[in-house]
């Protein structure tokens, strides 16, 4: 049985930051593409960051350089940290794991997300 579970998430001031996790189990994490996605209230899906199997990083323009994804293969998780919080980065954040690059955005294995909240 695969399993996603994200933690970290919470209520943070402007400018603070957060570190979410995403625990993967029932897959051989080294074979997949973990993303994280966010979806704020009212509003689509969207990837926010993408770390591949063979090593690829990207991000979503509005989170360059204040978000930055890594993974530990042994510990089977994936991370994301995330400096210099603004309030319009308020979403319910979740991890998401696609063995192809190519695979749909609603495609692969997701978690439960964690809500972030990011305000004064």
């Known amino acids: 049985q695969v399993q996603l579970v994200e933690s970290g998430g919470g209520l943070v001031q402007p400018g603070g930051s957060l570190r979410l996790s995403c625990a993967a189990s029932?897959?051989?994490?080294?074979?997949?593409?973990m993303h994280w996605y966010r979806q704020a209230p009212g509003k689509e899906r969207e990837q926010v960051a993408l770390?591949?199997?063979?090593?690829?990083?990207n991000y979503a323009d509005s989170v360059k350089g204040r978000f930055t994804i890594s993974r530990d293969n042994a510990k089977k998780t994936v991370y994301l940290q995330m400096n210099n919080l603004k309030p319009e980065d308020t979403a319910v954040y979740y991890c998401?794991?696609?063995?192809?690059?190519?695979?749909?955005?609603?495609?692969?294995?997701w978690g439960q997300g964690t809500q972030v909240t990011v305000s004064s």
């Open positions: 998401n794991a696609k063995i192809n690059l190519s695979d749909a955005p609603e495609a692969g294995h």
């Open positions: 029932g897959i051989t994490f080294s074979f997949y593409n």
């Open positions: 770390f591949a199997s063979g090593g690829l990083v």
